[in-house]
């Protein structure tokens, strides 16, 4: 059974910082490119980061150099670091696995107080 499990959402005020982790299971992770995705009130889900299996990172432009993703193919995880928290970045952030098929995780509320 393929499993991913977000978790690190919370509350924060603008200017922070919040660590999301994503943990999956059954899956070969290191055949999978993982990404991060948000999905605010109302809005449609998009993209913020991308890695592939052989590490190239990729960023929409609103979090770019403000966001990093990275993953840990030893432990099975991704994980996205997020600094410089703007109220606009609030969202349910969402796990993904991406290979010949697309797997999600139930998402992780990210909210920033201005």
């Known amino acids: 059974q393929v499993q991913l499990r977000e978790s690190g959402g919370g509350l924060v005020q603008a200017g922070g910082s919040l660590r999301l982790s994503c943990a999956t299971s059954?899956?070969?992770?290191?055949?999978?490119?993982m990404s991060w995705y948000r999905q605010a009130s109302g809005k449609e889900r998009e993209m913020v980061a991308s890695?592939?299996?052989?590490?190239?990172?990729n960023y929409s432009e609103d979090v770019e150099g403000r966001f990093t993703i990275s993953r840990d193919n030893a432990k099975n995880m991704v994980f996205l670091q997020m600094n410089s928290l703007r109220p606009e970045d609030s969202a349910v952030y969402y796990c993904?696995?991406?290979?010949?098929?697309?797997?999600w995780g139930q998402g992780t509320q990210v909210t920033v107080s201005s």
């Open positions: 993904a696995a991406t290979s010949y098929t697309i797997f």
């Open positions: 890695v592939t299996t052989g590490g190239i990172t």
């Open positions: 059954g899956i070969i992770f290191r055949v999978y490119a």
